[in-house]
């Protein structure tokens, strides 16, 4: 079988950036498509040698400027978004990145600016009395530079915030709800809004959110399955910033 092959270079976005990319890359944390400790290129070859996701069987195709097209192999939900795909360059038909890892995570897929974004989308607690929202607040974007296919992954800053009034309530409700008995969903929703404190700008909030990573991994079934997202959320949100 003819080998595929595929060259991707590590670029920071806030470096390489070209002036087509949108205005909100200004807030980017660019990452890597992938690690190289030792290359200064940091050149990586990805081979492969048989693509599940063919441009003809696609379920969409977006066509870049420079002639190159991605494909999209993945059924649509109800909401127009996608939570198993994965999406392949058509030039080689040869896999660009598997998202089908993570059946419970929904993403809007949008193309513009000669970038295709995907939007991971998250239950915010930043609608009218705190009710969650479920909006694009994990952005991962492919574009080209010099031909070179690049990705940025980045948390939106731009989300509405907590008053500071609604952070001292948050915390307020927090530490009189229980995690004991039948009380976990109001728990959950406390532990859910008080990550939305920290990204409010709370060091109350990020105080609490470290002793609560002791529970990680401490309840059962449901509980624990979205405890932990909140905690990991929270711990990948603080890393990005740390990071930049």
Excluded at 135 to 148: A, E, G, H, R, S
Excluded at 153 to 166: A, D, I, M, P, R
């Amino acid at each position: 079988m003819k080998q595929l092959t595929f060259i991707f270079i590590t670029l920071f976005v806030v470096v390489c950036q070209n002036n087509k990319q949108p205005k909100e890359q200004t807030e980017v944390f660019a990452q890597p498509i992938y690690d190289s400790a030792k290359s200064i290129a940091n050149l990586r070859i990805i081979e492969e040698t048989e693509s599940v996701c063919k441009c003809k069987n696609a379920n969409q195709t977006f066509d870049f400027k420079n002639g190159n097209k991605i494909a999209l192999c993945g059924e649509a939900n109800e909401e127009n978004s996608y939570s198993e795909f994965i999406i392949s360059v058509c030039k080689n038909d040869s896999i660009l990145e598997d998202w089908t890892n993570d059946a419970t995570v929904s993403s809007k897929i949008n193309f513009n600016n000669d970038t295709l974004a995907i939007e991971e989308l998250y239950g915010i607690p930043n609608g009218k009395n705190k009710e969650v929202q479920w909006l694009p607040f994990y952005i991962t974007k492919y574009y080209y530079v010099q031909n070179i296919m690049t990705k940025s992954s980045y948390y939106k800053k731009s989300l509405k915030k907590y008053s500071q009034k609604e952070i001292d309530e948050v915390l307020t409700n927090f530490y009189k709800t229980s995690d004991k008995g039948e009380n976990m969903d109001e728990y959950l929703k406390a532990v859910n809004q008080l990550f939305w404190a920290y990204y409010s700008g709370s060091q109350e909030a990020e105080k609490q959110l470290d002793k609560l990573k002791s529970k990680y991994q401490t309840y059962d079934g449901g509980v624990s399955e979205e405890f932990d997202t909140y905690i990991a959320t929270y711990e990948n949100f603080k890393k990005s910033n740390s990071d930049r």
